[in-house]
């Protein structure tokens, strides 16, 4: 008790001394800084609605550094300022930027219809061909020409729908924006951010935005929308009680255009591939400084795939570069980056990425100040070891992939399997999907980037390799591929693939929360824990084509190879690497029906039980291709 209290004490302490800093910091920033609210007009005669935070020193010039979000400029008004002394973004008022944030087009306070993932046009003809580079645009030539005491360079930034923005505005190549950084952007919503997983639909996370985000706005407003009402607040009960997309659908309503777009192009056709945001990556005139998180449950994908589209579209940039931390999604921009669920990184690398990543990047390319030697062509976390490590690209070039198969008897090994004939199977029953987590939830959590597994591997409908203990350390670092030997009882299955860390079982416990040595039950035993590195999802009907799925022939081995998105991570001397396989991953993504029918439109009648086998034999091997790094 006597330990808790000091613990106690320490803690109301430290609140009290972080309350008053920052109250400092409200009082310095209101000094210091005076707030203007503007309507900036675009070619269309549209205008955008736009506040701008300006120094009130006049002794000196001052970048402008931009933010364009679909997510609102709040606070409205002019003597109402956003918190920026809350965030690390203080440091950058301590530099005298101009601040700038702007609602995009048609939402919140701005004019005009708003479009989801508006796609880039590079033909632009007439003043009416506008799209999100060109609203960009026309915002830095009027910020550059009204805003007084401005230097003369720009820079832009966001996270997730506003990495998106940044990436377009990067597209823009005005002259006067010199420096973009678009962390976690989103880049394709159908094979790897959000709302897909290479095709299969991520319904929890598409239906708990749009049924709120996606809801009309008549007018420019102030006011968000409404959330939806849930019955109940067990996210694996609601979603499995509603059945079929097509339920989900009558939920939502008739008014969320972009719901019925998603129901309307199951397939990546052309109006999935207009709004790839890698079309946006050609002629890059800015300096680019990509950013994304290793457990990064949004947009785990976007940062990777846009910095590798820039690199091959921009041969011979000189700045075109990468960072990517063990982060949940916005943690980097966060104050505590330590640890993930029970996942210890042994440091603060929030601070870090802050400190030596993104500020001194904005300062050099638009004030001029300091030096980016440090920031290496990719700057890369590796998990398990901890450490900040540079590359001269990505992934590194001495990194080797090197096939693990699934062997017999749940084994995992570099060797390939001699048996004339084995498979191991398991039966997939959508009435009974497997959870992404072991936990009751309402919203979707980020921690399960990390969780535990080893509920998973407990059950029947989940398959289980790992190999023997480790003698050495493995480091594994870019993008493992899944490549799979199946046959299933029916015409359509689903494919998660799980990379896993599993701890010795005398690791001991893991304790974050400071009141954990007072209270056992908030302690983690850490012996045997199965640490998710990285998994992923595959719509089996894509395996040949996401434009022109097909069917499997029920009981034809069929080879199957998907690619799971990088990964940075030592698996230490000790502890054993793991695959965990299975057919559901819910309600994280839905149900598969498991026959190959429309999954948006069936009906719950149309789901079926299959029967899938994995093989591991001489003739039809699986494996995962790890990219082991020497």
């Known amino acids: 008790m006597k330990k808790f209290l000091s613990l106690l004490a320490v803690a109301l302490l430290n609140l009290s001394a972080f309350s008053q800093d920052h109250a400092k910091d409200s009082i310095w920033v209101r000094e210091n800084y005076y707030k203007i609210e503007r309507y900036i007009p675009m070619r269309d005669g549209v205008k955008l609605f736009t506040s701008i935070y300006i120094p009130k020193d006049s002794s000196t010039r001052h970048p402008i550094l931009m933010t364009r979000t679909p997510y609102s400029c709040a606070p409205y008004g002019e003597n109402e300022f956003n918190a920026y002394w809350d965030s690390y973004q203080l440091e950058y008022f301590k530099e005298g930027y101009i601040m700038v944030t702007q609602d995009v087009r048609g939402r919140w306070m701005s004019e005009g219809q708003f479009v989801n993932i508006r796609p880039f046009n590079p033909n632009k003809k007439t003043n009416k061909d506008i799209d999100e580079a060109s609203d960009t645009y026309d915002t830095i030539d009027w910020l550059i020409r009204n805003i007084s005491g401005n230097n003369g360079n720009v820079g832009v930034f966001g996270i997730s729908y506003p990495g998106f923005y940044s990436n377009m505005a990067a597209a823009s190549n005005h002259p006067a924006l010199k420096a973009v950084s678009p962390q976690a952007p989103v880049t394709n919503w159908f094979i790897g951010d959000d709302f897909h997983h290479n095709g299969a639909f991520f319904a929890m996370d598409a239906f708990a935005f749009y049924s709120s985000f996606g809801k009309p706005r008549l007018a420019p407003t102030t006011v968000g929308p409404t959330e939806f009402d849930y019955y109940t607040h067990d996210n694996y009960k609601f979603y499995l009680e509603t059945g079929a997309l097509k339920n989900l659908a009558k939920l939502m309503g008739d008014s969320i255009a972009f719901w019925k777009d998603l129901y309307a192009h199951p397939n990546y056709d052309s109006w999935w591939k207009a709004r790839d945001a890698r079309n946006a990556t050609l002629n890059l005139k800015p300096a680019m400084l990509w950013v994304g998180g290793l457990f990064d449950a949004e947009d785990c994908w976007g940062a990777w795939n846009a910095y590798k589209a820039a690199e091959q579209n921009n041969p011979g940039k000189s700045f075109n570069k990468i960072v990517e931390g063990p982060w949940y999604h916005v943690q980097w921009a966060n104050h505590d980056g330590t640890h993930l669920g029970n996942i210890n990184f042994g440091s603060n690398t929030s601070e870090w990425f802050q400190k030596n990543m993104e500020i001194p990047f904005f300062n050099y390319f638009l004030k001029g100040k ?213 057919s559901s991953w819910f309600p994280l993504a839905d149900r598969n029906p498991q026959q190959f029918i429309d999954v948006y439109h069936c009906n719950d009648s149309d789901f079926k039980k299959a029967t899938i086998d994995i093989y591991h034999d001489a003739t039809n091997s699986s494996s995962v291709i790890l990219p082991v790094l020497p």
């Open 370 to 582: 300091g030096d980016i030697s440090a920031i290496a062509e990719a700057n890369i976390f590796i998990t398990g070891s901890n450490q900040w490590k540079s590359f001269e690209q990505w992934p590194p070039a001495a990194k080797q992939d090197k096939p693990m198969y699934l062997q017999p008897d749940g084994k995992l090994a570099w060797t390939r399997p001699n048996r004339a004939k084995s498979f191991s199977e398991y039966i997939s029953d959508p009435a009974k999907p497997v959870p992404y987590t072991e936990d009751v939830h309402f919203n979707r959590t980020r921690n399960y980037m990390t969780d535990d597994q080893r509920f998973a591997s407990r059950r029947p409908d989940v398959l289980v390799f790992q190999t023997d203990t480790l003698k050495e350390d493995l480091t594994v670092t870019g993008n493992v591929i899944a490549d799979l030997a199946t046959s299933i009882s029916t015409t359509a299955a689903d494919f998660v693939v799980k990379i896993i860390d599993v701890f010795p079982d005398r690791a001991g416990y893991v304790n974050i929360d400071i009141y954990a040595e007072s209270d056992p039950d908030k302690t983690y035993p850490m012996g045997g824990y199965q640490m998710l590195v990285r998994g992923e999802i595959f719509r089996g009907r894509y395996r040949k084509s996401y434009e022109n799925p097909e069917p499997f022939i029920p009981g034809k081995v069929e080879k199957l190879r998907f690619e799971l998105p990088s990964i940075a991570h030592t698996f230490k001397k000790g502890h054993r690497l793991m695959v965990q396989l299975q």
